[in-house]
């Protein structure tokens, strides 16, 4: 079950907190809706219920909070808004994908797909499918791990009434397993015709905590709508009328002008106010929420505020007569809006009793002690506590995540194949204008430009890596955050790095081939230091992608990430050679003998040829500025990492 408790909403500037003192329940085995108008605070409560957005009150599923949880995703399925999916990736490769996020075996996919009805649209992509169909995944990531509680948002908007019946049926059935269901809707029908319990907001105020059967009788019963500028003579004369002809009515006067007659039709209000002389300005059958601020004003023919709620028929309602002299009516029409006011005082304390809502805050579970209200009237009473927004936890399986993130949309592969392509032919080029070094020739690298293209493809590929999670957050489905912690760090740089390591390879062996093709075996032959060159390539390759990685995950955007990787030779190396330059930095040249000279120990296995080799590399001006960007980049992702869990 669900307890909610005190949820309140950060203060806007000039402006009431959006949700001020919500608290109600959503028990298990039972379908629970939120309703209200558009900008009500649905949503607002929702994400106070996530921790998805800053507040004050405190939620408990089963007991604890979502905080608490280890495993969120596994106790409450989440669906606030569109699925958020890359649009490129497939029905089955997105769940595939959070299967391996929330760490159930990837079988689940195939059982969710079948239990919403998408197996045959498994192989469709996000973008192409309808409304009804994304509804239907939605749901399907939110039962992909099996919760007790699901929480969604507005899940019929947009729907027809063929899949909104499906839709509820689903909810239906998950809630007859035991199970705790939560839904938001604008439409009062639809709450009285699906829910179990039907919890309303108005401003973001707790109007009403109902049965269904109650709010049925009670908030949505058929009425005639009045509006005439004399609604309180209206009211009086068709009181008196109910009361001689014995029949169940009941007249609510709202705002002023206005009034709902309940238990009467059009034709009987519209008579009686043209045999009175009445004007009437609208008249019409409507049914629909009585509102919070209604006032009864009269209420015959009933006995009990409770038989007076359920508007039970007393006896037959007979026409009154149309004979009736109309100056005997206007005489005894002050007798009758007195008695009509007396019974109105005595029954407006029976309806509030009746129709107030029960917004005590329920009880709170065994460990945690109950909590008072925000809105005591002690101004030394504690409020209820600070709701942070918490990072998402990181995939349970982040290799496997990963693996099936970049391997899921085709950018990827488009990405390997242009680069060898450009690369080919920039290769060519330079063997055709001649005057360039063998090592250059291979790896197609203009001394014009700042990197290669098999460099700048790696580069890319890094940013996507991290930039593709924040356009389109998958990951953060149930926490509304993308995490970023080390664990995912990790497999996102040991994804890259093999992707740039294998981009590398095919990059020079393609160049090598369409070479040797086309110029024969000179300008294709292999340099004689070629394992230096080789590691300064892999190197060079593997650390722009690391780049790509870092500065999309702490920018949060691909465009940061690629302009990070191009930062490093147009503004890095520069600034890196101009500190080389100075007398005061000390050349690296014989550090591993000095290093040997400090620790008086031998280096096995010929390591100092090894360290020496690895020196010289990084000693050059791109791999010092390459260090330099990594170094930084990584300290800058550490420091929001930490940062956030702080918060």
Not at 259 to 279: D, M, P, Q
Not at 415 to 443: D, E, I, K, N
Request: one cysteine or more; charged letters at 20%; aromatic letters at 4%.
């Amino acid at each position: 079950m669900i307890q909610a408790v005190g949820l309140t909403s950060n203060p806007r500037k000039a402006l009431p907190p959006a949700v001020d003192d919500v608290s109600f329940e959503a028990r298990a085995g039972r379908v629970t809706v939120l309703l209200g108008a558009s900008g009500a605070g649905k949503t607002t409560v929702l994400r106070l219920m996530l921790e998805l957005q800053q507040g004050r009150g405190l939620t408990y599923f089963r007991g604890r909070p979502l905080h608490r949880i280890a495993h969120p995703s596994r106790e409450v399925g989440v669906l606030l808004g569109d699925v958020p999916g890359h649009p490129s990736r497939t029905v089955r490769g997105h769940l595939r994908m959070l299967c391996a996020a929330t760490g159930v075996p990837v079988r689940r996919a195939d059982e969710v797909l079948e239990v919403v009805g998408l197996v045959s649209l498994r192989d469709e992509r996000l973008g192409t499918l309808s409304r009804g169909m994304d509804r239907r995944l939605g749901l399907a990531c939110a039962l992909l791990a099996d919760p007790h509680t699901l929480v969604l948002d507005a899940p019929a908007d947009g729907l027809s009434s063929r899949e909104n019946r499906w839709l509820h049926g689903m909810l239906r059935a998950h809630a007859d397993q035991g199970g705790t269901v939560l839904t938001t809707t604008t439409d009062p029908k639809e709450a009285a015709r699906t829910a179990d319990q039907v919890v309303t907001l108005k401003e973001g105020r707790l109007v009403a905590d109902q049965d269904a059967a109650d709010f049925a009788r009670t908030r949505l019963r058929p009425r005639v709508a009045v509006r005439s500028p004399h609604a309180a003579r209206l009211a009086a004369l068709l009181t008196k009328e109910a009361r001689t002809a014995h029949c169940s009515v009941e007249v609510v006067q709202e705002d002023g002008n206005r009034l709902s007659v309940y238990g009467s039709t059009c034709a009987h209000v519209g008579e009686a106010a043209f045999r009175h002389g009445i004007l009437i300005h609208q008249l019409a059958d409507e049914t629909g929420d009585m509102g919070s601020d209604a006032v009864v004003m009269a209420a015959v023919g009933v006995v009990g505020a409770e038989a007076r709620v359920e508007a039970s028929a007393t006896a037959d309602c007979t026409e009154p007569d149309t004979d009736t002299d109309t100056d005997d009516s206007f005489d005894n029409l002050a007798e009758a809006e007195a008695e009509a006011e007396a019974e109105a005082e005595t029954e407006v304390g029976s309806e509030a009793e009746v129709e107030r809502p029960d917004t005590t805050p329920p009880p709170a579970p065994a460990q945690s002690p109950p909590l008072p209200s925000p809105r005591a009237a002690d101004a030394l009473s504690a409020l209820p506590p600070p709701i942070s927004v918490r990072s998402a936890p990181s995939p349970l399986r982040p290799l496997r995540y990963e693996l099936r993130r970049a391997a899921g949309i085709s950018t990827g592969f488009l990405t390997g194949a242009a680069v060898l392509v450009v690369s080919a032919l920039t290769a060519v080029l330079l063997a055709r204008v001649g005057h360039t070094p063998q090592a250059r020739l291979l790896a197609a690298w203009p001394a014009q430009l700042p990197l290669p293209p098999a460099a700048l493809g790696a580069g890319l590929l890094g940013a996507l890596a991290f930039g593709d999670e924040f356009r389109h957050p998958a990951l953060a489905a149930d926490r509304g955050t993308v995490p970023r912690r080390l664990g995912m760090l990790t497999a996102k740089l040991v994804v890259a790095a093999f992707t740039a390591l294998l981009l590398a390879f095919l990059t020079m062996g393609c160049n090598a081939e369409v070479l040797y093709l086309l110029y024969g075996r000179e300008f294709a032959k292999v340099p004689g230091d070629w394992l230096a060159l080789t590691a300064s390539w892999f190197g060079l390759v593997v650390g722009c992608a690391w780049a790509g990685v870092l500065a999309a995950g702490v920018f949060r955007s691909t465009t940061a990430g690629l302009a990070a990787v191009l930062a490093v030779p147009v503004a890095v190396v520069p600034l890196v050679q101009a500190a080389a330059e100075n007398t005061s930095v000390r050349t690296a040249a014989g550090l591993s003998v000095r290093l040997r000279e400090v620790l008086l120990v031998q280096w096995p296995f010929g390591g100092e040829r090894y360290l020496s080799a690895a020196v010289r590399l990084v000693a050059q001006p791109v791999g010092w500025a390459l260090a330099l960007s990594l170094t930084t980049l990584l300290c800058a992702y550490l420091f929001t990492t930490l940062r956030s869990r702080v918060r």
